[in-house]
């Protein structure tokens, strides 16, 4: 069965897509914590971080993001999140990356 974010990159679960190649894609989190919150998720069903191998898709991941911040106009800076397992406050086993923009982010997270 697929996952969610598989089956918004087919299209069979409507979302707001802001990027495509061949190897990731990017949409907006329905639920967004910043006024800039993208999802960019690995076409391919990697499990997360933990199941990252040498080089494929996920490689692809930063410059996609790089992308859509110059898309996005997010000139003043961003973050690049990626929640692995449990702890990590992983909820969805796709391996993604949020982009957080547009407002003055605190740090240390949560
Ligand atoms: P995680 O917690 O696994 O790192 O991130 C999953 C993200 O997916 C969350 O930020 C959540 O708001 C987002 N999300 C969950 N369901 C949907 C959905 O149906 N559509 C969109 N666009 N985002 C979703």
């Known amino acids: 069965m697929s996952t969610l974010f598989t089956k918004i990159i087919n299209r069979e679960v409507p979302s707001d897509i802001v990027y495509e190649d061949d190897f990731v894609v990017g949409f907006r989190d329905i639920n967004p914590q910043a006024p800039v919150h993208i999802v960019i998720a690995t076409r391919a069903e990697i499990t997360g971080v933990a199941a990252v191998e040498e080089s494929g898709d996920q490689q ?28 990590g406050g992983q909820t969805f086993d796709h391996l993604h990356m949020h982009l957080l923009g547009g407002r003055k982010l605190s740090w240390p997270p949560g």
Request: charged share 30%; hydrophobic share 35%; glycine share 10%.
């Open 60 to 87: 692809h991941l930063i410059y996609a993001a790089r992308k859509i911040a110059e898309n996005e106009g997010l000139e003043k800076g961003y973050r690049l999140v990626i929640n692995q397992g449990e702890d």
